[in-house]
């Protein structure tokens, strides 16, 4: 592709009844990019994947993958598609069903060479109904990148597979990556974001609430996370410290996200019998739950004043 700009969303909306499931993003991914596409249940993420794949038309903005349309775009085999669910004849062995996808495509990749790539080489001769959903999920691995495309689009690739086929997938995507292909890939596993990703885009409520390196994104957030063992821990008055924004407990174990972890400190070694204490600075999920908390906070004060 000459094009520096793989996708390009520009004020796209979409609306569902009632239910504004997107409200205005813009959002460029460039060439070569690896980006994460993060947020809660309902923050839009599924939806603008649809419209980027050219399944759902957006009520208003426009959709551009590389130089046309998301429609063109799959119909020339510039983008492979993984999605949780769907694409699977369970009756159908590994093998039959990935010579049925390269049958759709001009010029697919080698049915043997993309069973390679996955890791499954070994299951061709399987039925589909009798795989793990580990196992399934990398079919449908091989399956997108069967049309060797410029864009790889991953919708919780990972879902169902155990700590070790994780790892394995992720460096068969570091491969495909190493070629020069794009990648969007949506996760809840925000480990895999801050391990995998070039850029992280955060949604909540149908927008782009943050939108950069993982490293940028914890940065953004000030504070630190203090963990300590706590017997008997008082949380009402842990949580009522200032700058403690969060507590969460795991049996004795007490979780203090805090603004002002110096200020904490001091009040477990004086007040409390705390002990095996730890303290470290904000991760990515500390982060994404900070931005989500302000973003919350702006939206209750922009409806006060509405």
């Not at 592709?1 to 499931?21: E, F, I, P």
């Not at 043997?112 to 080489?121: K, W």
């Not at 925000?190 to 909540?204: C, K, N």
Request: glycine residues 10%; charged residues 25%; aromatic residues 2%.
């Amino acid at each position: 592709m000459t094009t520096t700009t793989a996708v390009s969303l520009r004020g796209v909306t979409k609306k569902y009844a009632d239910v504004q499931a997107v409200a205005g993003v813009d959002l460029t991914i460039r060439a070569g990019e690896v980006v994460a596409l993060l947020g809660p249940n309902g923050a839009g993420k599924s939806t603008t994947i649809e419209m980027l794949l050219g399944l759902v038309k957006p009520d208003q903005g426009t959709v551009q993958v590389y130089d046309g349309t998301p429609v063109e775009a799959i119909a020339q085999g510039t983008v492979g598609v993984m999605l949780q669910s769907g694409g699977i004849i369970e009756d159908a062995k590994v093998g039959e069903l990935l010579n049925l996808v390269a049958g759709l495509h001009k010029d697919p990749m080698p049915v043997e060479q993309a069973l390679e790539r996955a890791g499954i080489a070994d299951l061709a001769g399987r039925v589909m109904k009798g795989l793990s959903g580990g196992q399934k999920q990398r079919v449908r691995f091989a399956m997108a990148i069967i049309p060797q495309p410029d864009l790889i689009v991953l919708d919780e690739p990972t879902t169902g597979m155990d700590v070790e086929s994780r790892r394995d997938f992720w460096a068969s995507m570091h491969e495909e990556t190493a070629r020069g292909r794009t990648v969007l890939f949506a996760t809840h596993y925000l480990e895999e974001a801050d391990s995998y990703a070039d850029r992280v885009v955060l949604m909540r409520q149908g927008r782009v609430v943050a939108d950069g390196t993982a490293a940028q994104i914890k940065a953004s957030v000030s504070g630190r996370t203090i963990r300590a063992t706590i017997p008997g821990a008082d949380l009402a008055a842990l949580a009522s410290l200032p700058g403690v924004r969060n507590v969460e407990t795991r049996g004795e174990v007490v979780l203090l996200q805090c603004a002002d972890s110096d200020n904490t400190l001091r009040h477990l070694l004086e007040n409390t019998t705390a002990h095996d204490i730890e303290v470290t600075s904000a991760d990515l999920e500390d982060a994404v739950l900070a931005i989500s908390d302000q973003v919350k906070e702006q939206d209750k004060a922009q409806e006060t004043l509405a």
